[in-house]
């Protein structure tokens, strides 16, 4: 990657940080199960039982009501774990009232001992997206090498961005690595990019 995509890209996450702080703080966001319907029915997603999500940390838009409807749809509720020493993400098994862990970043994670599965669908956190289905993630590139690990082993798997509708920007800075999601789900709308 050069110098210049690294410089873009650290110059739009730190203003797509400061909107999505103001967001936060402005948003009274409630979670609309009409839109996961959408998803879920129009787009003939049903079928698919094993979804990871994610547990919204600092500014991120609550996932606590999606989840929470993950679970009651009777889906296989998957959350992420991070394996820093191939970046890659691993996914295991929730279970209702079970006490999570701190994982890397303090994240929430399911215990080590539950089961490994890998997701049909993944909602994946953004901090600004595009019209053409790209996202600014954290740097970190942990998404987008999960993603082209699936490929390379031959799983097929959904993506969804899961962000306020106010985070789209008009062009995410990307390179050669970013790799397109399928769907984004705000608060208002369902994007498509399929």
Do not use: W
């Not at 956190?125 to 790209?134: E, I, S, V």
């Amino acid at each position: 990657m050069n110098n210049e995509i690294i410089f873009l890209k650290k110059k739009q996450r730190e203003s797509s940080i400061k909107i999505r702080k103001k967001l936060y703080q402005n948003n009274n966001y409630i979670f609309d199960p009409k839109l996961i319907d959408a998803l879920f029915n129009n787009k003939n997603l049903s079928k698919f039982k094993i979804i990871s999500s994610f547990f919204s940390v600092n500014t991120e838009i609550s996932t606590k009501g999606l989840n929470k409807y993950l679970i009651e749809s009777n889906k296989i509720l998957l959350f992420p774990s991070i394996n820093k020493s191939n970046k890659l993400l691993t996914f295991r098994k929730f279970k209702k009232y079970q006490n999570l862990i701190k994982g890397d970043y303090n994240i929430p994670e399911p215990p080590k001992k539950n089961k490994e599965l890998l997701p049909e669908i993944l909602f994946v956190p953004c901090l600004a997206f595009d019209d053409k289905g790209y996202r600014l993630g954290y740097g970190g590139g942990y998404y987008d090498k999960t993603f082209e690990h699936f490929k390379n082993i031959n799983h097929h798997f959904i993506s969804v961005g899961f962000a306020y509708d106010e985070q789209k920007v008009e062009n995410v800075i990307r390179d050669n690595f970013d790799i397109r999601l399928h769907y984004i789900l705000t608060e208002k709308h369902l994007y498509t990019f399929v």
